[in-house]
C-alpha cells in the first residue's frame, strides 16, 4: 500500500481532488500529517468520513515503527526502525543541549562498501521511499517528545544512490506550511558520488552536503573507499569546489581518523593542499571500531595535533568525538548485530 507520506503537498492536493474534494481539504490533511502529526486517520476530525475511508483505502499511514532501542536518553540514542514491509533500518537521536539530531538511513544496507562501514559489509536490499525516511523523523519526534531542530542523511545507504526520493524527503520536511525545518538544518552526506553532487548543485536548494573523504590521496582513499575507483579525487574535488561556488555554501568534508592508516603530518599536509581551492569545513573523527575492520582509533594526542596541522595552514577543522560508539552507533552496526544474532 502506497505510504501517505510519499506524497508532495501538490500529489496530496491532486488526490484530494480525485477523490472530488476542494482544496482546502488538502491543505487540512496536510496540516494533520505534518504539523499535528498525527498518527491514526481517525484523529483527522475535521476531514470528511467519505475522504478518510477513501484515504484509508488506499494509503498507509504508518512508515515507520520502533523495533529496538539502544543507548542513553539524554545523550545518544540508536533506533532500529522496522518499515512496513519487515524490513529494519537504523536511525541514531542525539542530543547536545538544545540541538536534537536525527540521523537517517535511506536505504536498507548499501552497495558501497566502505572499508570501516558495517553497512557496506552487510550488502544491499532497496531503497528507501521518501515516506519511510520521514516516517524516521517523525518517530524520532515521538521518541524525543519534541522537535527535531538537525537531520542528516548519514545513516544506512548513499543518498546518492537513492538520490529522487532522498531530495523528495528532505522537500517535504523542509517545507514551510508543515513541519518546517530550515533546510540548512538538513544535510545530505555523500561518500563522492560525482553526479549526485553536480545534479544537487543545479537544485537552487541551500540543504547542506558532507562528503566523506578520509584519504587525500588516491591509492589510500580507494582502499577505504572503493567508490574512489569509479570517482577518484581528480574528478572529485573539482566537482565539489564547483558546489561550493555555485551554491554558496560550504561543504563539510568528514575525515575518520585511523591510527597508523590515515593520520600522519605528511598526509594532513597533503589534505591542506588538496583542498585550499575549496571553501570548506574539515570533521576529524576518531573510527568507531567495527569487527570487519582491523583498525584502531589513533592516539589521544593525535586527532589534537591533526587538527593544529589543518587549521594553522589556514583549513577549517574540528575534532569531533565519535558518540555512540559503545551502542554500535557507526552506520549500520546495529542492523548488522541483528542479523548476525
Ligand atoms: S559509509 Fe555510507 S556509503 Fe559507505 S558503505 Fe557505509 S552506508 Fe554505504
Known sequence: MN????????????????FGQPKYRSDQLWQWLYVKKASDWESMKNLPSDLRDKLIDKFSLQSAVTDKIDGNEDETRKVLAKLPDGECVEEVLLVDGD???????????CKFKCAFCASGQA????NLEAGEMIGQFLLAEELFNDRINNLVFMGMGEPFDNYDNVMKAARIINNEDGINLGARRITISTCGIVPGIKKMSEEGLQFELSVSLHAPVDE???????????YPLRELIPVCGDYAEKTGRIITFEYTLIKGV????ALAEKLVKLLRPIHCHVNLIPLS???EFDGVPPDKETGPMFVELLTDSGTNATLRNSRGSAIKAACGQLRYAEREE
Open 123 to 126: 550488502g544491499f536490499t532497496r
Open 99 to 109: 540541538r536534537k539530531t536525527v540521523c537517517v538511513s535511506c536505504q536498507a544496507g
Open 262 to 265: 590515515n593520520d600522519s603530518p
Open 220 to 230: 589510500l582513499r580507494s582502499r577505504l573507499l572503493p567508490v574512489n575507483k569509479q
Open 289 to 291: 571500531p567495527v569487527a
Open 3 to 18: 505510504l501517505i507520506h510519499n506524497l508532495s503537498k501538490a500529489e496530496l492536493a491532486e488526490v484530494c481532488l480525485s
